[in-house]
């Protein structure tokens, strides 16, 4: 027998959903709905300066060569999605069947200015308002490693809806939350050496933010670039060829490719991973873009584009805000009861 009956609120708010659905043609499988017992968490992976379009926009290159593209080092994926083959395309079979690029112009050039524009709205922080919308029991927002926040955004920003930022830069702060022998094993899957705690490296970032999904947090901000300059690792400018941001993504797929494989298989789970920096890079001279294009995976994600980037790198016109991004993303968490970023504008991109 049950032992938790459906109230008549439940049986109201589903029957007007199911309704909802089929007057807009799509089967009542409620596909914006959360499921109640399964916990989102949102994992940001920021690549500080902006990373060049040829990872997730590969195609917008073939033609000219630029940034090193060629039919042999891309990968098509289907719905007009095509990306870079030894980087983004690399990445587990389950990822690559959630993948979208998402688009989105803000019109600044200066790495400040772009990187609040994309993590900030007048001064509230983006991460911390995707927090406070989770359910109560994961509305925690942690900053992982030792890299924090890029410069140009407010290290304390104010808290929204009581949520305030956590930093974590060792992995003894998931203690209090995982057995041992739990966060040993995160560690050797990522390669981390036995009792190692200091996240101040690539493969511990990646132990640190799995070890914060287990710990509860609902959204997990990282820097996972320990090359190049600390405060701008992907702004490559005179690499027409693609050669230096391809020599920045190398040491990281490998763990990316371990981290999508372990938390997209965890069991009433829904980690969405963004990647994405200020902003692209425009040719000739990889110099900065008006806007850019960030990769989201999930398993709510609809594999495809919502529009390549022009041949000269910068993304198309018709380009959301940021906070259109945001929204999409929280589409892909399924907080959309209320959404706390407004209207997805790219619905077609959610399954």
């Not at 379009?53 to 994926?77: C, E, I, M, P, Q």
């Not at 007009?80 to 998402?102: E, K, R």
């Not at 490693?145 to 407010?154: D, H, T, Y």
């Not at 609902?218 to 300059?229: C, D, L």
Request: hydrophobic fraction near 40%.
């Amino acid at each position: 027998m049950n032992d938790h009956p459906i109230s008549r609120r439940t049986l109201l708010k589903a029957g007007a959903a199911i309704a909802g659905a089929l007057a807009l043609g799509r089967p009542p499988l409620l596909a914006e709905t959360r499921d109640e017992s399964e916990r989102p968490t949102l994992v940001v992976l920021w690549l500080n300066g902006g990373p060049a379009g040829l990872f997730n926009s590969a195609d917008s290159f073939l033609s000219s060569g630029a940034f090193g593209v060629t039919a042999d080092n891309v990968r098509h994926l289907g719905n007009g999605l095509c990306v870079d083959a030894h980087s983004l395309g690399a990445l587990p079979g389950t990822a690559l069947a959630h993948m979208a690029s998402i688009d989105f112009r803000h019109g600044l050039y200066p790495h400040a200015d772009a990187r609040a524009a994309v993590l900030e709205s007048a001064s509230r922080s983006r991460l911390l308002r995707m927090a406070a919308a989770m359910p109560a029991a994961a509305a925690r927002c942690v900053v992982v490693n030792s890299l924090g926040l890029p410069v140009g955004v407010a290290a304390t920003p104010p808290a929204e809806g009581g949520v305030a930022l956590e930093r974590s830069l060792s992995l003894d702060d998931a203690h209090g939350h995982l057995p041992t022998g739990q966060l040993d094993a995160i560690r050797s899957a990522y390669g981390v050496p036995a009792g190692s705690a200091a996240i101040d490296s690539q493969r511990a970032t990646f132990a640190g933010i799995e070890s914060m999904i287990h710990a509860g947090a609902g959204v997990i901000f990282a820097q996972p670039a320990y090359t190049g300059r600390p405060d701008r690792q992907f702004d490559t400018h005179h690499d027409d060829t693609g050669t230096l941001a391809r020599d920045i993504m190398a040491p990281i797929t490998p763990s990316l490719i371990t981290f999508l494989d372990r938390v997209m298989a965890l069991p009433r789970r829904n980690v969405v991973t963004l990647l994405t920096g200020e902003f692209s890079r425009t040719l000739p001279g990889s110099d900065h873009a008006p806007g850019g294009t960030a990769t989201v995976i999930g398993k709510y994600v609809r594999t495809g584009t919502a529009g390549r980037q022009g041949a000269g790198g910068s993304p198309p016109e018709h380009a959301s805000s940021p906070e259109g991004l945001w929204a999409y993303v929280a589409a892909a968490l399924r907080l959309d009861h209320p959404a706390p970023f407004g209207r997805n504008p790219h619905r077609e991109l959610i399954a």
